[in-house]
């Protein structure tokens, strides 16, 4: 059987322990492709660069074993130029991260982890966003490397349906500690700003931006009760962003009469 | 009654002839208070600045009848800003735009304007983003002022959904042959990527990222078509990206047992 293509970025950098956790893992399962940013693009979203310049640099030697390049712009952007201009095909996987911090309930729709994975699957390429729950640059990510392998395996394996790609978040606990696999929905959270006032030199006003993040559900079913409860969760996530529920509601307000 | 506390932003900056064509409209309506990018950042999507600092500066005078600021950061920040340090409360309304051209379709996703509106809707605030298929910095808004009252008071009265903000997006027609106002879901479109590949002077490789929207959804329920037909879209939006359908099939996968 041919080795699948795997095309691994993240938003942490190219140089991240995260993503070389994951290019180690991604190695033992095809032939890898990184194509990452060349600085942090934590919490970038699913921003991309259209009024500025993008580079791109092959930071790998000619004869090493995975082919790397860094760039200067996005998450979002990487997925984009690693098919287009280094691949010039679909690669048969594409894996975000391991993302140092969590990215699971609403933290999703801020994530570059996320975002690159949704970019790939806009792209019809199935995806998955690796997240480990521990900000340290330091983390210890053998502890989860194997329940990244079972998923990506079974990812190769099963393939997704179009439209569909993979948040995977993985709990700060010792391999052995943790008690499986679950298939989540994405928990109803938010976080509660609170910013960091502070003045220049100069005195003028800055603010550093802060928050607290408050779970507001209760459901057992949840990404953020699975971590709590040390599970791996894996909430299948779309780009239908449309609130089909509300359209029937919608339809008997009195838009198209005249007041 | 009591006049409602609208909160204006975009992000194509607080001097876009579509922000100020917003604001007055908002006028008629409520109490405006107008917090906006001091820069254009489109395409943005819900990037979020955490790694420097945020400026925000009063930009109207002490006496004028609409309290402006401007903020260094991206429309996701504004929101932040304007709710926890210059409000000091939820508005009963956050208003986006008027975007210099489309977040129909797939464009919800990197769009600025749409993020802004997101953010709010997390936060509980009613939301509504506006986008005018335009790209001319000198569009023509006055064309399109009725409906976004219209769509506005109806919002105001009725309210949204929690969790459900609406994308409204509009043709760029003269405002008799606007056809009415449909209520639709978000087609299935992706932009293909083009990378305009140059040189600088000193000879290094560089990229500009353009694309070509291509529409794949031949339904008459998307907003992509009643666009094309004449017709304003008005698409409710959710955050939670979860793709429940996809929740029982995963359940089907070999996570938990031993390779």
Redesign the interface.
Known sequence: MKKPLILVTNDDGISAPGIRALIAVMSELGEVVVVAPDK?Q??????????S????NKVSAENAAITEYNCSGTP??CV??A???ILHRKPDLCVSGINHGSNSS?N???SGTM?AA?EAG??GIPAIGFSLLDYDWNADFEQIKSFIR??T??VIK?GL?E??VLNVNLPKLPENEIK??K????A?A?WM???D??KTPQG??????TGEFVNQDKGEDTDEWALEHGYVS???????????H??Q???T????EK?
């Open positions: 942090p934590s919490a970038m979203g699913h921003a991309i660069t259209i009024n310049t993008l580079y791109l979002v952007d984009k130029l098919v287009n201009e609403i999703v729709i801020y975002s949704v806009i792209e079972k998923i395996i079974e099963n349906p439209g569909v499986g696999i298939i989540c929905r994405q109803k938010l700003e609170k910013f006032k502070r003028k006003d800055y603010y550093w931006l894996v909430v299948p996530v779309h780009f239908d962003m449309t609130a089909h509300m359209i509601q919608l339809n307000w009195n838009l198209n007041n």
